[in-house]
C-alpha cells in the first residue's frame, strides 16, 4: 500500500502573491475564460445554430480546455 502513494509525493503548487495555490484551479480558471472567449467568437461567427446542445456544449470544452493546459504546463 505504501508503494501506491510514491506518486503523492509530487504537488503542482503556483506562488499566487505569496499564497500556494493548486494548479488544476489556476487551469480551471483559464480554461474558463477561454471559453468565455470562445463563446463571444461563436456569437460573432453566428454558429449557435449548429451548436447544440449548449448546455452540454460549454462544460465539455471546460474541462477540455482545462485538461489540455494541465498536460501542456504541469505533465
Known amino acids: 500500500m505504501v508503494l501506491g502513494l510514491g506518486g503523492c509525493s509530487y504537488s503542482p503548487s503556483i506562488n499566487v502573491m505569496g499564497s500556494y495555490?493548486?494548479?488544476?484551479?489556476?487551469?480551471?480558471?483559464?480554461?474558463?475564460?477561454?471559453?468565455a472567449l470562445a463563446h463571444a467568437l461563436f456569437a460573432r461567427w453566428k454558429l449557435f445554430d449548429e451548436l447544440w446542445p449548449l448546455p452540454i456544449l460549454y462544460p465539455c470544452l471546460i474541462?477540455?480546455?482545462?485538461?489540455a493546459l494541465w498536460l501542456t504546463f504541469f505533465r
Open 21 to 35: 495555490f493548486p494548479a488544476w484551479i489556476l487551469c480551471c480558471v483559464a480554461a474558463i475564460g477561454l471559453t
Open 63 to 67: 474541462c477540455f480546455v482545462s485538461c
